[in-house]
Nanobody, 126 residues
Framework: QVQLVESGGGSVQAGGSLRLSCLAS??????????MGWFRQAPGKEREAVAA????????YYADAGKGRFTISRDNAKNTVYLQMNSVRPEDTAMYYC?????????????????WGQGTHVTVSS
């Protein structure tokens, strides 16, 4: 079982920045061997992909929601994956989740992910 705990969310003005963190733990879990992803969900909307990253951090994959302004990264020594959010906009307001997939692959498909955190909320004001 893998536990994922997001943090770093909060309120920020449009144009500002936030860095979200996801701390991973669990029995038999080797974080450095896992692909990871970030997703978000706004009230009344479907969950959408933001970005994904390979175990070593050398490969990244961005959905339209994450292209340009967001950067996914990881620190395997800290069992943590990050989402740097720059130039945020009101439409970025959502609950943000980190997740680990069933299979070792770089994917933006939510159904490919097995383990999910509880989410951290981001509110962007104008």
């Amino acid at each position: 079982q893998v536990q994922l705990v997001e943090s770093g969310g909060g309120s920020v003005q449009a144009g500002g920045s936030l860095r979200l963190s996801c701390l991973a733990s669990g029995s038999g879990y080797t974080f450095s061997g896992y692909y990871m992803g970030w997703f978000r969900q706004a009230p009344g909307k479907e969950r959408e992909a933001v970005a994904a990253i390979s175990p070593g951090g050398g490969r990244t994959y961005y959905a339209d929601a994450g292209k340009g302004r967001f950067t996914i990264s990881r620190d395997n020594a800290k069992n943590t994956v990050y989402l740097q959010m720059n130039s945020v906009r009101p439409e970025d307001t959502a609950m943000y989740y980190c997740a680990a997939p069933f299979q070792p692959r770089l994917t933006l498909v939510p159904d490919d992910y097995r383990y999910w955190g509880q989410g951290t909320h981001v509110t962007v004001s104008s």
